[in-house]
């Protein structure tokens, strides 16, 4: 594996913050283009985005108790508004009523909880007519643009020490053919802008939404039913929408984000969960919840999670078999050890066919009991388990390979 990548994939499970002016109005961080406001009216947002209270700190500490090990934080939404201190933008919380610069704080409470840094990054800004032209109708207009962008980079390159992941979004024309086609990677000069980026951060990993494939894939809201060869990432909100959004009471369980997280290691991917604070910073209730389960369940069965992948068992099994009645789960896998994650606890004995591997010995994860292992054939039996299940959501049984 190269190097590079190593951390990013061991880490398997880190925090994405969506705030900015458009947790404000809470419609999702869509609103100024959806609902067509002007950018001189958008703007006025900033004058009530003082947020006193805000710690980035306290997301950093939520992110650590919910065992995630990376984060990523929209440094500028496509909206414009940077959370940066920036030459080339007057609409920054630097330069508007809240006088802070919101990055260099998370960064710095960052490093104290060694959590790697993310900055994602909005390749368009709305406030540009040019962004909507494309390079083709004004290329001075679209010169400018890209400018603004590329230095925007370079000073998030650049002004706040090791950058560990950039997180680009928005390559794609506002509409199709609105650029006449021009590809997107010659749109946003995304050669130059990479090779840029690697010389100020050697150890970055730049995500693939600029044009080109960069580092690792970034499938939205959705998990990979097939391994790929590449390095891969699920980003997800806890509800349906990323940017804080107060009529969205849509969450998932914390079961349900538990399943999720096994089902992108157990395809060697990693999960990405979203949070949208309030405007003044604070993280709805229903979100802080989820995380200390999650943080909970972690604290006892990390082990089958961080450093993990893809195992010899059910490996080419679609995601559906853990909520086909009789499965107990899904499986991740590390040096010699499956991890049989079972989400429907049966009772004294597992059954598992298909079984092509020879196991050594069993324990349950949590507690370091026995899981007698008694193989027929390629049918696995494991015995003698306790009556109720070890835990409430995924109880881990730990199979030792005969290696
Ligand atoms: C989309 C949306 C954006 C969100 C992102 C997260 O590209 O435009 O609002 O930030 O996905 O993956």
């Known amino acids: 594996m190269e190097e590079r990548v190593r951390w990013f994939k061991e880490a398997r499970f880190g925090m994405f913050i969506h705030w900015g002016l458009y947790s404000i109005p ?13 950018k001189e009216e958008y703007a006025l947002l900033a004058n009530s985005f003082n947020p006193k209270e805000c710690s980035p700190e306290s997301w950093v500490k939520l992110a650590k108790e919910a ?4 984060m990523v934080f929209t440094t500028r939404h496509h909206d414009g508004f940077s959370l940066f201190d920036s030459q080339v933008s007057e609409f920054t919380s630097a330069k508007t009523a809240a006088g802070r ?6 960064v710095k409470a ?19 007519k040019a962004y909507f032209e494309g390079p083709k109708k004004n290329p001075t207009a679209w010169k400018y643009f890209i400018n603004y962008v590329h230095t ?7 002004n706040y020490g090791r950058v560990d992941v950039i997180w680009f979004d928005g390559d794609w024309p506002p509409y199709p053919g609105a650029w006449d086609n021009v590809p997107v990677a010659e749109a946003w000069q995304s050669e130059k802008l990479f090779a840029m980026i690697r010389k100020l951060q050697p150890h970055i990993l730049i995500n693939n939404r600029a044009g080109l494939p960069g580092d690792f894939d970034t499938p939205e809201q959705n998990i990979l039913t097939q391994a790929p060869e590449r390095p891969w990432e699920t980003c997800m909100p806890m509800n349906d929408t990323w940017g804080y959004t107060k009529a969205d009471k849509n969450w998932k369980s914390a079961r349900q ?7 992108c290691v157990s395809k060697g991917g990693n999960y990405l969960l979203n949070i949208g604070p ?17 943080g909970r369940w972690l604290s006892l069965h990390g082990e089958s999670i961080y450093g993990a992948g893809i195992s010899p068992l059910f490996t080419n099994d679609p995601p559906f078999i853990p909520f086909s009645g009789g499965m107990v789960g899904l499986s991740t896998f590390k040096d010699n050890k499956i991890y049989l994650h079972v989400f429907r606890w049966p009772g004294r004995e597992i059954c598992i066919g298909r079984v092509n591997v020879k196991i050594k010995k069993g324990y349950i994860l949590s507690t370091g009991e026995e899981a007698r292992v008694v193989q027929k054939g390629t049918r696995l039996f ?9 835990d409430t959501i995924d109880s881990v049984i730990v199979l030792e390979l005969d290696k």
Request: hydrophobic share 40%.
């Open 152 to 158: 925007q980079v370079r000073e998030l390159c650049s």
């Open 67 to 70: 065992g995630m090990n990376y």
């Open 257 to 263: 984000l538990i399943i999720n997280l096994v089902m």
């Open 278 to 294: 309030c405007p003044d910073g604070t993280v709805p209730s229903p979100s802080l919840k989820r995380l200390k389960e999650i």
């Open 382 to 390: 494991i015995r003698g388990l306790p009556l109720k299940a070890p």
């Open 26 to 38: 809470a419609r999702g961080e869509w609103v100024m283009l959806i609902e067509e406001i002007p």
């Open 101 to 106: 610069d919101f990055v260099a704080e998370y």
């Open 110 to 128: 960052c490093r104290k909880y060694n959590m790697k840094v993310g900055f994602y990054y909005s390749l368009p800004d709305w406030r540009y």
